[in-house]
T-cell receptor, first 114, second 112 residues
Framework: GENVEQHPSTLSVQEGDSAVIKCTYS??????FPWYKQELGKGPQLIID?????GEKKDQRIAVTLNKTAKHFSLHITETQPEDSAVYFC?????????????FGKGTTLSVSS | NAGVTQTPKFQVLKTGQSMTLQCAQD?????MYWYRQDPGMGLRLIYY???????DKGEVPNGYNVSRLNKREFSLRLESAAPSQTSVYFC???????????FGQGTRLTVV
């Protein structure tokens, strides 16, 4: 089955710096790659996603890039702010006979200090 | 604007007891999922249901059963709880497997 590896597990940056989180996936059939942000005590929420027919997508300070050949995708946050501090998860959606399952990486705890 | 509702929010069980975690969504989504979240392990898929009437195992199905009662509801049952099942459980739903998944607030389960 699909395996999603995420690095780093923790990331500390100064306010205004950029943050980059990287993920790799194993199943070449995976075709949808969302990123989720989880704040303390809450369920994860989607912040951006990308499909396999697109190489890059941006939404204000957040961007995601996808390299299908290398089977990796990355989250880029520019001009970080203290409210960006949270746990971030990447995921890959892989189709199989029973349907499509969303498999997550282990998460990155981002700390932005002011 | 309920979204995905999980009950209960907190539960303490004794080893060997059984319980059912309830999940309901009001977004007319086809797909529903159960995940468990443990420190350093991320979100691991227990079971999912791609559509009403179908269920399939995820990464960590042992010790759990599920029922897709109808399009709105997807329950997770622990028949004989073990301390290893102490975790935070999240239910999620999405229109399809390739669209945004919406998560509930989680159930914090402790098995003693």
């Amino acid at each position: 089955g699909e395996n999603v590896e995420q690095h780093p597990s923790t990331l500390s940056v100064q306010e205004g710096d950029s943050a980059v989180i990287k993920c790799t996936y194993s199943d070449s059939a995976s075709n949808y790659f969302p990123w989720y942000k989880q704040e303390l005590g809450k369920g994860p929420q989607l912040i951006i996603d990308i499909r396999s027919n697109v190489g890059e997508k941006k939404d204000q300070r957040i961007a995601v890039t996808l390299n299908k050949t290398a089977k990796h995708f990355s989250l880029h946050i520019t001009e970080t702010q203290p409210e960006d501090s949270a746990v971030y998860f990447c995921a890959a959606s892989t189709p199989n006979q029973a349907g499509t399952a969303l498999i997550f990486g282990k998460g990155t705890t981002l700390s932005v200090s002011s | 604007n309920a979204g995905v509702t999980q009950t209960p929010k907190f539960q303490v069980l004794k080893t060997g007891q059984s319980m059912t975690l309830q999940c309901a969504q009001d977004m007319n989504h086809n797909s529903m999922y159960w995940y468990r979240q443990d420190p350093g392990m991320g979100l691991r898929l227990i079971y999912y249901s791609a559509s009403e009437g179908t269920t399939d195992k995820g990464e960590v199905p042992n010790g759990y059963n599920v029922s897709r009662l109808n399009k709105r509801e997807f329950s997770l049952r622990l028949e004989s709880a073990a301390p290893s099942q102490t975790s935070v459980y999240f239910c999620a739903s999405s229109a399809t497997g390739r669209t945004e998944a919406f998560f509930g607030q989680g159930t914090r389960l402790t098995v003693v």
